[in-house]
């Protein structure tokens, strides 16, 4: 189900810190099957003989389809680089990294959010991350990111961040 393998290391490269893609639970494509097949047989009922069979043979692979795409997002913290969905912001523009708990994520994603953030918001994830941008000429004053992992992001952000600061 994974639309493109983790990231390598390679010597050219670099490491990659941290890299987690944000898939849907695998129990939820036992429903979606399940819903492919409802809606086939609605379909089913409509016409007789083998154009019975077209309902199913679209519907539930639509439904699966549509359960991959949802799961598809991915955050990569590697080569001096925070790059979420194809969209990057170098780590010498990040700054305060805070965790926000599932429980307080609603105020978060709520009346405390900036408009101009960007997001990445995955409701079957419970903690975000919010990553602030330094940078005057960015658009965006910072990044709330779904994460199950926050910790390792924040941590990865910052031993990145050092790694590069150390680098003459």
Known sequence: MNHRPPEKDSATSGPTAFDERLSVPVWWYLPAVGLGVLLGAEIHMGYPGLRAWIGYLTMIPL???????????????RDGRLVSNER????SVVGVTDTVARADKQRAMGPDLDPAAYVL??????????????????DEPYWVLSSRRPEELRDA????????????
């Open 121 to 138: 918001h995955r409701a079957w994830v419970g903690p975000l991350v919010r990553v602030e941008i330094t940078d005057p000429a960015s």
């Open 157 to 168: 952000i910052t031993a990145a961040q050092d790694r590069t600061s150390q680098t003459p």
């Open 63 to 77: 439904c699966v389809l549509a359960l991959w795409w949802m799961g598809r997002s991915r955050t990569t913290v």
């Open 88 to 91: 990057s912001v170098p780590l």
